[in-house]
């Protein structure tokens, strides 16, 4: 008996997806912890960090972008048979873009920090401890830039648990850190969301300590060789990962603005709202990290089959992810209709603050859907290194179609944050069903010209 197709690739999807998901979780974990510990310390360091976290994830998910198109190019080499000291040799030219990339991540911490938090009406107490958390942010561009792109060469090679248990010591050196230096245990002083800063630091540094630990130690990523070529040189080749790069960049930024923006419009609402919202956004952000993992794992699986010239390949591959994304979306949305106040309890125990953060995890749970079919059908996309219409669909959802419908009603109609809100569930839906549609053609198309091929090519009868 013939084996289902769409559930086969669903089974080799999610043994990519499964590490990805955990170490997804890690990640967006260590920011969840933050939030904690900040809410345990005050309805103002919760908004400081609220505050200075936002800023940092705009400038955050540009460099994170950019590094995503070092996994689909590997994927493709490996996909047509290209051996180790080639992708050994393309990597080690995308290790020098991230050290640049890092130091420049830096200088615009520094730059925009400032200017940043002068648009905000904060209160002088919760102004300077944004501050001074930002400040702290600003060292971690290199460590966290370094990682972006070491963790997607190996996912490039399918070796998904090195990102998984990068992303665990990362949490732990990050979790250990904040209960240090935000509360000042064993002599270390109270530093309140700067002290949360430093072990972001921390944690970004550990993180490159344990992925070179991979790529010295383990037989495919030690074949790579990447200590032991020119390091000085970039090549005409390595420009493609900017080329590829900056559009995903674009449209992650485009997504990662339009929460980041609106949740400083909402800062405009009193430090109290502030953290009601960041309690909702930040589990939203942990629940997503599950179709981003499926999304990176379709771009994986599109990518190899792409590179191996699989045209029907490709397009059922493409298809299986976002069908994971959307049965992962009903989930989590129903979880967030169903137990919102067990949610909020996680983070505090403050009650002025619960009633504003369940309503806002009811608009939360409404765009889930929305927000996991646009994920997984970019990493679809991202498979075939189709990367600038989506960018120009994204950029469009976000800016021309959600953000106005945000300022106007939030502030036009003064419906307040919930007009914020209905926003992001506008401009999520529209990216999501461009983005969808966009592949979903692009894969009818492959697996058209495939079938046309195999029609004509000539046939053996002996």
Not at 127 to 145: I, N, Q
Not at 225 to 244: D, F, I, M, T, Y
Not at 348 to 354: K, N, R, S, Y
């Amino acid at each position: 008996m013939r084996s289902n197709p769409y559930s086969t690739e669903a089974r080799a999807n999610l043994r990519l997806a499964l590490p990805l998901i955990g170490a997804q979780l890690s990640f967006v974990s260590a920011a969840t912890v933050d939030a904690i510990f900040a809410g345990r310390l005050g309805a103002r360091e919760l908004a400081a960090v609220a505050v200075g976290s936002n800023a940092w994830f705009m400038v955050f998910v540009l460099f994170m972008g950019i590094s995503m198109a070092v996994s689909p190019i590997v994927a493709h080499r490996l996909g047509a048979g290209r051996s180790p000291q080639d992708i050994g040799g393309f990597l080690r030219g995308a290790f020098l873009i991230a050290i640049l990339l890092g130091l420049a991540w830096t200088s615009i911490m520094f730059l925009t920090g400032p200017l940043i938090l002068s648009f905000l009406d904060l209160d002088a107490i919760t102004h300077s401890m944004a501050s001074d958390y930002l400040k702290t942010l600003a060292w971690t561009g290199l460590p966290f830039t370094l990682c972006f792109f070491l963790r997607n060469g190996a996912e490039g090679h399918s070796l998904i648990k090195v990102p998984l248990i990068a992303g665990i010591i990362g949490l732990m050196v990050n979790a250990g850190f904040d209960w240090l230096l935000m509360y000042g245990h064993w002599g270390f002083p109270a530093m309140g969301p700067e002290g949360c800063g430093w072990a972001t630091v921390i944690s970004g540094w550990a993180m490159v300590a344990v992925y070179l630990g991979f790529y010295r130690g383990l037989a495919p990523l030690k074949a790579l060789n990447l200590a032991g070529g020119p390091w000085l040189k970039l090549e005409s080749q390595h420009l493609e990962v900017l080329r590829l790069g900056l559009p995903i960049a674009a449209m992650l930024t485009a997504e990662a603005w339009l929460f980041s923006i609106g949740s400083l419009m909402v800062a405009r609402f009193g430090a109290d709202l502030m953290a009601a919202h960041q309690i909702a956004i930040n589990f939203a952000a942990l629940c997503f990290m599950v179709p981003t993992a499926i999304g990176m794992a379709t771009t994986v699986r599109v990518g190899l089959a792409a590179g191996a010239g699989d045209q029907i390949g490709v397009a059922l591959r493409g298809r299986v992810g976002i069908l994971m994304g959307l049965g992962f979306a009903c989930c989590s949305a129903t979880l967030m209709a169903l137990a919102p106040g067990l949610i909020v309890a996680v983070y505090t125990d403050v009650a002025h603050l619960a009633e504003p953060a369940v309503h806002f995890l009811a608009f939360a749970a409404l765009f889930q859907v929305f927000d996991c079919i646009q994920a997984t059908s970019n990493g679809a996309l991202r498979g075939v290194k189709d990367s600038y219409v989506p960018m120009l669909i994204t950029l469009a959802a976000y800016w021309f179609g959600g953000m106005p419908l945000a300022a106007g009603l939030a502030f036009g109609l003064e419906m307040g944050p919930s007009g914020i809100w209905w926003g992001f569930v506008f401009g999520l839906g529209l990216a999501a069903a461009g983005l969808c549609t966009r592949f979903l053609r692009r894969g009818q198309r492959l697996a058209a010209q495939a079938r046309e091929a195999q029609d004509k090519a000539p046939r053996n009868f002996d």
